[in-house]
T-cell receptor, first 115, second 109 residues
Framework: ETGVTQTPRHLVMGMTNKKSLKCEQHLGHNAMYWYKQSAKKPLELMFVYSLEERVENNSVPSRFSPECPNSSHLFLHLHTLQPEDSALYLC??????????????FGAGSRLTVL | GQNIDQPTEMTATEGAIVQINCTYQTSGFNGLFWYQQHAGEAPTFLSYNVLDGLEEKGRFSSFLSRSKGYSYLLLKELQMKDSASYLCADMDSNYQLIWGAGTKLIIKP
């Protein structure tokens, strides 16, 4: 399997639930990202990992907790979410971070609905 | 400040040509990207411009003018499968991507 794979594709959860989103890349990339995509809004960068070390956390609420156990896997742990957190969560990877032609390869996303 | 502007939606006819514009006002500049995103799918990379001028890649071309903070994506010989959202993003001085909200392109027969 190649590319960036995200599971689950769809998730419905209550505000008191705990769930996790999973991302896996088979491209040998060193950087991985979590983005939030809401309708008619720009992509919002949430977290960046470079060589398994978190290098950016863009003021994301603590109810979102990322984990990067190795360079191929990235998780987003979710707990006590709010309805406004409903969105498409995209994972991406790139060869490295901090260079000009830094092309991102995205997964198809996890569509999250918080009731 | 950092801001990317692109039209929300455009409509074009199959076989025609369409130009999607993008303007940016970013502190520092390290290149301009275009991505395509079909509904329910992953965004995919289309083009990267860091120097002024036109880059042609098959039916798609991308243009950049750094002095004007302006780029466009040109799609020729439109096909129904080109119906998608087109995302413009520029890379700032910290190599962080600043994204536009995307342009939804609707192709009609």
């Amino acid at each position: 399997e190649t590319g960036v794979t995200q599971t689950p594709r769809h998730l419905v959860m209550g505000m008191t639930n705990k769930k996790s989103l999973k991302c896996e890349q088979h491209l040998g990339h060193n950087a991985m990202y979590w983005y939030k995509q809401s309708a008619k809004k720009p992509l919002e960068l949430m977290f960046v990992y470079s060589l398994e070390e978190r290098v950016e956390n863009n003021s994301v609420p603590s109810r979102f907790s990322p984990e990067c156990p190795n360079s191929s896997h990235l998780f987003l742990h979710l707990h006590t979410l709010q309805p406004e957190d409903s969105a498409l969560y995209l994972c991406a990877s790139s060869q490295e971070r901090g260079s000009g032609a830094n092309v991102l390869t995205f997964g198809a996303g996890s569509r999250l609905t918080v009731l | 400040g950092q801001n990317i502007d692109q039209p929300t939606e455009m409509t074009a006819t199959e076989g025609a040509i369409v130009q999607i514009n993008c303007t940016y006002q970013t502190s520092g500049f390290n290149g301009l990207f275009w991505y395509q995103q079909h509904a329910g799918e992953a965004p995919t990379f289309l083009s990267y411009n860091v120097l002024d001028g036109l880059e042609e890649k098959g039916r798609f071309s991308s243009f950049l003018s750094r002095s004007k903070g302006y780029s466009y994506l040109l799609l020729k010989e439109l096909q129904m499968k080109d119906s998608a959202s087109y995302l413009c993003a520029d890379m700032d001085s910290n190599y962080q991507l600043i994204w536009g909200a995307g342009t939804k392109l609707i192709i009609k027969p």
